[in-house]
T-cell receptor, first 113, second 117 residues
Framework: AQSVTQPDIHITVSEGASLELRCNYS??????LFWYVQSPGQGLQLLLK??????LVQGIKGFEAEFKRSQSSFNLRKPSVHWSDAAEYFC???????????FGAGTQVVVTP | EPEVTQTPSHQVTQMGQEVILRCVPI?????FYWYRQILGQKVEFLVS????????KSEIFDDQFSVERPDGSNFTLKIRSTKLEDSAMYFC???????????????FGPGTRLLVL
């Protein structure tokens, strides 16, 4: 069955430290890949997306993600986190170029001083 | 920057009552979606809508649910007879196109938190 896995439910990181959030998918072909962020009381904001081409994609707020076909992964990274990055992060995939998104369970990021 | 808006932000209702959740998609968008997130669970797809028709719906979207675009701006989700298990955050999303030559990007609203007592 098709699935999206975010292995880390909760991550605590110090302000200024680097952050990496993992996302693995299980699909027959390369899906369309997304990272969304949900701050408290806010909706889902698109951070970045991968459709094709360069496997390292840049997003907003200093985030980047790398698509690795061999590992079926699309991990999100940020070199130096800010307190405002505390939020829940969702990886999402889609099989077709359009249509429903399938979301991972989310990773809650806590940023400590 | 244009954004998807949803009203109300919170709604409390009694089991068996009808609720209507409202969304105003981004103005030039043509494709509309509802998702929901039960507390502690994944965001789940409910339904997609285009050209005044449902394009796809999930198993969750049973006869108790309906969607409508009553005018040129609103997109609504109606639950006819709410159940306790309908308590969730409901997100509306819209997109401009189906991404011909590329991929579609969906933009989400802030959500409506529905609590069924």
């Amino acid at each position: 069955a098709q699935s999206v896995t975010q292995p880390d439910i909760h991550i605590t990181v110090s302000e200024g430290a680097s952050l990496e959030l993992r996302c693995n998918y299980s699909y027959g072909a390369t899906p369309y890949l997304f990272w969304y962020v949900q701050s408290p009381g806010q909706g889902l904001q698109l951070l970045l997306k991968y459709f094709s081409g360069d496997t390292l994609v840049q997003g907003i707020k200093g985030f980047e993600a790398e698509f690795k076909r061999s590992q079926s992964s699309f991990n999100l990274r940020k070199p130096s986190v800010h307190w405002s990055d505390a939020a829940e992060y969702f990886c999402a995939v889609r099989v077709n170029s359009w249509g429903k998104l399938q979301f991972g369970a989310g990773t809650q990021v806590v940023v400590t001083p | 920057e244009p954004e998807v808006t949803q009203t109300p932000s919170h709604q409390v209702t009694q089991m068996g009552q009808e609720v209507i959740l409202r969304c105003v998609p981004i103005s030039n968008h043509l494709y509309f979606y509802w998702y929901r997130q039960i507390l502690g669970q994944k965001v789940e797809f409910l339904v997609s809508f285009y050209n005044n028709e449902i394009s796809e719906k999930s198993e969750i979207f049973d006869d108790q649910f309906s969607v409508e675009r009553p005018d040129g701006s609103n997109f609504t989700l109606k639950i006819r007879s709410t159940k306790l298990e309908d308590s969730a955050m409901y997100f509306c999303a819209s997109s401009e196109s189906h991404g011909v030559g590329g991929g579609e990007t969906q933009y989400f609203g802030p959500g409506t938190r529905l609590l069924v007592l």
